[in-house]
């Protein structure tokens, strides 16, 4: 049976409705830079599709190493490097500073994602390989928490997120580096925008004295 990451590590991809704190690990994801209204920018189009066509063609150029089931889609967001938290709404989303991304299992090498960009290239030349990126990324020490309902309506959730930290010792560590995380557990295409499931991720670091 393939892995599914989402049933073997629910701690990362299934929290619960309340938040939680949490050490996320290290991992590998291809990601891809942009900005603009992720509802009206070729751009952010053009990036998921690159992000699918990649990941998939290392899952079945590799089906001998592992079978497993591609993650989700995942977003790392600011807004003009002044978003800093705190559930505040965005009215103009065409500010939207993203890296969006999709996490890739272990054996996948720098050789083995440029096999992929070179498959992908052949098959889908409109896309611009170029821009996609192998990354290991760490964000250790967050806190989190599954968001169910449209995605404008998460401001609330964040709001309750960031609070639940405050209030138990932690300060919101968002940064041009570490930034405000979401992941996509529903496809909004088949998906009602109220039943759709979103975790919620903010960076967090101790407070001094609460070592």
């Known amino acids: 049976m393939p892995i599914d990451y989402?049933?073997?590590?629910?701690?990362l991809y299934l929290p619960k409705n309340m938040p939680s704190v949490i050490d996320v690990p290290q991992m590998t994801f291809i990601t891809v830079d942009g900005k603009g209204d992720p509802n009206t920018s070729a751009e952010y189009t053009a990036a998921v599709e690159l992000l699918y066509g990649l990941s998939y063609a290392i899952k079945m150029g590799n089906k001998s190493v592992l079978q497993y089931i591609v993650p989700p889609l995942e977003?790392?967001?600011?807004?003009d490097d002044d978003f800093r938290g705190g559930g505040g709404a965005i009215s103009d989303?065409?500010?939207?500073?993203?890296?969006?991304?999709?996490?890739?299992?272990?054996?996948?090498?720098?050789?083995?994602?440029?096999?992929?960009?070179?498959?992908?290239?052949?098959?889908?030349?409109?896309?611009?390989?170029?821009?996609?990126?192998?990354?290991?990324i760490t964000e250790g020490l967050c806190v989190?928490?599954?968001?169910?309902?449209?995605?404008?309506?998460?401001?609330?959730?964040?709001?309750?997120?960031?609070?639940?930290?405050?209030?138990?010792?932690?300060?919101?560590?968002?940064?041009?580096?570490?930034?405000?995380?979401?992941?996509?557990?529903?496809?909004?295409?088949?998906?009602?925008?109220?039943?759709?499931?979103?975790?919620?991720?903010?960076?967090?670091?101790?407070?001094?004295?609460?070592?």
């Open 93 to 136: 989303k065409g500010k939207f500073k993203w890296t969006m991304m999709i996490r890739q299992p272990d054996f996948v090498t720098a050789d083995t994602f440029e096999a992929a960009k070179a498959t992908l290239a052949k098959k889908k030349p409109n896309l611009d390989t170029s821009k996609a990126k192998l990354e290991i």
């Open 6 to 11: 989402k049933k073997t590590e629910k701690d």
């Open 144 to 211: 989190q928490v599954m968001h169910i309902g449209s995605y404008d309506d998460e401001s609330a959730t964040v709001a309750a997120l960031d609070r639940f930290a405050i209030e138990n010792g932690y300060a919101i560590d968002i940064d041009d580096t570490r930034r405000h995380h979401e992941i996509y557990i529903s496809d909004p295409r088949r998906i009602a925008p109220e039943k759709l499931k979103t975790v919620l991720r903010h960076p967090i670091r101790r407070e001094r004295g609460e070592e």
């Open 75 to 79: 977003g790392l967001w600011s807004v």
